[in-house]
Every structure is written in structure tokens, then in C-alpha cells.
């Protein structure tokens, strides 16, 4: 009798200790791999870079610029929101943006123009997106308009409602408009 409680005991002990285990294995599964996934998000974040020198754009919440009036010897650092299609920017109140001039941007690291050369009006940055692809982010360099053209490959996405000022400059198909 004594034999069999202690076999018990033992099996129970066993029992316990494998349950405990597996749940104990289970939650440390669980965290690892939401630590892989949050990684993963870091990693795989929407990156914006200068077309020269490939040093990211993009602090925090915005792609930072620094960026001077056409004609004009004042310059100023300029946040935009890199969610395309929306056009808010924020800058220190010694400089402000006013709608319907034209500005020159420069990337905050090498100091390298933005502006296209090829396109009048469109200022180039460089976009890698969530999956590591590459796209060439063009945006209105005239303070106010809403133009954005996200161009990779054979693949163009238009979007605002100004941007059909600067078709000329792609050919792009009725289906990829955006109107934001
Ligand atoms: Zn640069």
C-alpha cells in the first residue's frame, strides 16, 4: 500500500512538473516570439532616405528637411508626415512655410539638393518600404500642393489632388489616382 501511494505520489509529482513545464514553455515561447515580431516591425518599419546619400530622412513620426524659399537665403528645418497623402508639415515659428511659394530642400545630412532636376517642381526622396522594396517618392516643392508619386519599377501610385499639373512628367494610368 505504501508502495503503491508513493508510485502515486511520484506519478502525481511527474504529472505536475510536466504540466508546469509545458506551460512555463509555452508563455516563453510566446514572449520570444513576440519579441522576433516586434523586432521584425522595427526592422521592416517604412524607411524614406536622400536620394544622394542614402541617410535616413525619417526621426520619430516625420522625414526631416531642411529647406530654403526659392530666392532666399533663410533656411529652416521642415517635419513632414511620411504617410502619403497627407501634407501636414511643422517647422520652428521663425520659419514658416507659406502656402504657394516655392522652396528648395536639401537633405539634412550630405547637404545635397533635392529638388529634380529632371522634373520642375518635384523634389526626389527615396522611400523602402515595409517589405524592403524601393520606390522613388516625388512631392511638390511648391509649398500648399497636394502631389505625391510613388514610383517603382513598373509600379505608380498618384496621389492629391494637384498632382495632375505634373502628369506630363509620367504616364500614368487612370486606375493608379488617388484623389486625397
Ligand atoms: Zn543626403
Redesign the pocket.
Known amino acids: 500500500m505504501e508502495c503503491f501511494c508513493l508510485t502515486l505520489a511520484l506519478k502525481l509529482e511527474k504529472l505536475i512538473f510536466e504540466n508546469l513545464y509545458h506551460s512555463v514553455e509555452s508563455v516563453t515561447n510566446k514572449v520570444i516570439e513576440q519579441i522576433i515580431n516586434k523586432k521584425q516591425e522595427v526592422i521592416m518599419a517604412v524607411e524614406y532616405l ?1 536620394k ?4 535616413n530622412l525619417n526621426v520619430k513620426t516625420s522625414i526631416v528637411l531642411a529647406a530654403s524659399k526659392m530666392n532666399c537665403s533663410k533656411r529652416g528645418l521642415v517635419f513632414l508626415n511620411p504617410e502619403i497623402g497627407n501634407y501636414t508639415t511643422t517647422t520652428h515659428p521663425s520659419f514658416q512655410i507659406k502656402e504657394g511659394e516655392e522652396y528648395i530642400y536639401t ?1 539634412p ?4 539638393q533635392l529638388n529634380s532636376l529632371k522634373y520642375k517642381h518635384l523634389v526626389r526622396i527615396i522611400m523602402i518600404d515595409d517589405k524592403g522594396k524601393e520606390f522613388d517618392i516625388y512631392f511638390s516643392g511648391i509649398a500648399g500642393e497636394k502631389c505625391t508619386f510613388k514610383i517603382g519599377g513598373t509600379e505608380m501610385e498618384v496621389t492629391g489632388s494637384d498632382s495632375e499639373r505634373y502628369d506630363r512628367y509620367f504616364d500614368v494610368p487612370e486606375e493608379d489616382r488617388k484623389y486625397l
Open positions: 536622400c544622394v546619400c542614402r541617410g537633405c545630412i550630405c547637404h545635397s
